[in-house]
């Protein structure tokens, strides 16, 4: 509540100043135009002294009225420019027009010299600035003023012939005058009101939008006729690999692949956009486009994670699939473990040759592995939620490579490297050993089958753009070809015929439930890379 108030209150101050410095300008204005008149007035007496109407009465009054109303003119001119008491300088301004120029009427012969409407310009101008009902009494004083002047002239024989009638007409037009500019004040003052609360609206619905397209999990781009990126949401910026600037860069800057397909889209008709990766860890992106305008020139691009998607179907489908295949694997238990049983009690017997022993033995491995299987679809049908907390990566790989090698052959070698001695990610303990244990046990196997050796490398870094931490866990197997990659993730997919196919995705299952990522990756020099991109205890908590 106390930000509220103060944002409110600083609008408040920064639109009163907006009004002040609007009121002083006008003032000023209004100053430049009294000294013009009293130039106009002084000039008209030095180059026509003997002028027909303007001082023709009394010709000495009206030259020191006219010095006088100049010299105040250009006195309050430099006073508008402190910017200190407003409403006392404009009232001293109209009191002086008022007076000065219906003594310069009197000197001119009253209202037939048509000075008078003078005046009118001035109280016009009083009203419209205070914008108060109290600025009508300006109007007033003037038709006192020059009811008076008429009446005065008549007493003292100044004037043979009376001009009552323009007189009264005079007034009529000083009133009306005053009182339309009171009431076109009102109106402008209603109009600035509903013109600001529109700004303001208006600068809140845009401030809502940026938020909203902030935090759309789409994400936009906005690209200008010159494929400069001139908006970019955090979905996108994080779908693009965080890069660390994007202003003023263009596209092909950030993402090379975006910005070929942008380029085919602007010149074929009936272009399909793919998906791509902007990274090697990064996600599959599917853009789309749209134009800005009735061109392709500039254009807004939507940035879709198609993994999400695929993911989203995929869970689908395991859903149904989980709950039937855990009621049948309920099912099979029994009966597959008293074929087990049955068979380690024939192999005990002395009666069975080596060929039937070594079919018993098949009977046995064939039901170890289908229990095995059932295993993990009971594991993955009742997985439990993450219980995130923070992991200091170093320490946590140390002592898990320790506990790994206890009850392993003294061939294994775990190599542990690492960029940084104090690395910390969110992850649930047990999920993550899970996770890493199966990474070794596959690696370890395929590089003891590849070169003979039974070794791994753990290694420990962090993206030099985001600083996102990471785990390479890398093999010195025989690779992946990159058709089978694209299939490694996918549940019951497996190139032996002793594994489940179940491993690598449970895998990155256990690594999605902790907000990370698992890839391969390629190695040119042989064997297999998987990285797990972790979030960063910073980038997590916020």
């Known amino acids: 509540m106390k930000l509220f108030n103060s944002s409110q209150r600083n609008r408040k101050n920064s639109e009163a100043q907006r009004v002040a410095i609007t009121s002083w300008r006008a003032l000023q204005i209004f100053s430049a135009y009294r000294i013009l008149l009293s130039v106009t007035f002084v000039i008209i007496v030095l180059a026509q002294p003997t002028a ?4 023709s009465a009394e010709k000495n009054l009206f030259e020191a009225v006219s010095i006088m109303y100049l010299s105040f003119s250009i006195i309050s001119q430099i006073a508008t420019y402190h910017r200190k008491h407003f409403d006392l300088q404009l009232q001293l301004s109209v009191l002086t027009d008022i007076f000065l120029i219906a003594l310069l009427m009197h000197a001119s012969g009253g209202v037939n010299s048509g000075l008078g409407m003078l005046i009118a310009v001035s109280t016009f ?8 009902p109290s600025a009508l009494g300006y109007p007033v004083l003037a038709s006192i003023v020059v009811v008076s002047e008429e009446f005065y002239s008549i007493a003292i024989n100044l004037r043979v012939e009376t001009s009552i009638s323009q007189t009264g007409i005079l007034t009529v037009t000083y009133l009306c005058t005053g009182l339309m500019a009171f009431y076109l004040s009102r109106r402008i003052k209603e109009s600035e009101i509903t013109a600001e609360q529109s700004i303001q609206g208006l600068a809140s619905m845009e401030k809502l939008n940026e938020e909203i397209i902030q935090y759309m999990s789409t994400g936009v781009i906005v690209i200008d006729n010159y494929q400069n990126i001139r908006l970019i949401n955090r979905s996108a ?10 202003q003023s860069k263009k596209l092909e800057q950030i993402a090379t692949p975006l910005a070929r397909q942008l380029k085919l889209w602007k010149t074929k008709k009936f272009y399909r956009p793919k998906p791509f990766q902007n990274t090697a860890t990064g996600p599959n992106l599917l853009p789309k486009f ?3 305008g009735d061109t392709k020139e500039s254009a807004i691009i939507f940035l879709d994670d198609t993994s999400v998607l695929n993911q989203q179907a995929q869970n689908l489908k395991l859903a149904s699939l989980g709950r039937l ?3 049948i694997a309920h099912e099979i238990r029994n009966p597959l473990g008293a074929l087990s049983h049955a068979a380690q009690l024939l192999k005990e017997s002395d009666a069975l040759d080596a ?13 170890s592995r289908v229990n095995g299987i059932i295993e993990n679809i009971m594991q993955l049908s009742v997985r439990k939620s993450a219980q995130v907390k923070e992991v200091n990566l170093n320490r946590y790989l140390a002592n898990l490579k320790n506990e790994y090698l206890l009850d392993k052959p003294k061939n294994y070698l775990v190599h542990l490297r690492a960029t940084s001695d104090d690395i910390h990610v969110l992850f649930d303990y047990t999920q993550l050993r899970q996770i890493i244990t199966n990474l070794l046990d596959n690696g370890i196997r395929y590089s003891e089958l590849n070169t003979g050796e039974a070794s791994i490398t753990l290694m420990i870094a962090t993206e030099p753009q ?8 890398v093999d010195k197997g025989e690779g992946i070809a990159p058709d089978v990659a694209e299939k490694i993730f996918e549940p019951f997919f497996t190139t032996t015929t002793s594994g489940t196919g179940l ?9 999605e439930a902790n907000r990370a990522r698992l890839d391969h990756i390629p190695l040119t020099a042989g064997g297999s890379c998987f990285r797990i991109s972790f979030s960063s205890t910073k980038q997590s908590l916020s």
């Open 466 to 473: 985001n600083n996102t931490p990471f785990l390479d866990v």
């Open 325 to 327: 295949t855990a009621s």
């Open 503 to 511: 491993g690598l995705y449970l895998s990155r299952e256990l690594c």
């Open 52 to 55: 027909s109407f303007i001082g």
């Open 125 to 132: 101008a009083a009203t419209i600035l205070l914008n108060r």
């Open 355 to 367: 060929p039937n022993l070594e079919l018993v033995q098949m009977v046995e491995n064939n039901a």
């Open 290 to 292: 749209s134009p800005i």
């Open 237 to 246: 910026w994080v779908h693009l690999g965080m890069p660390e600037s994007t």
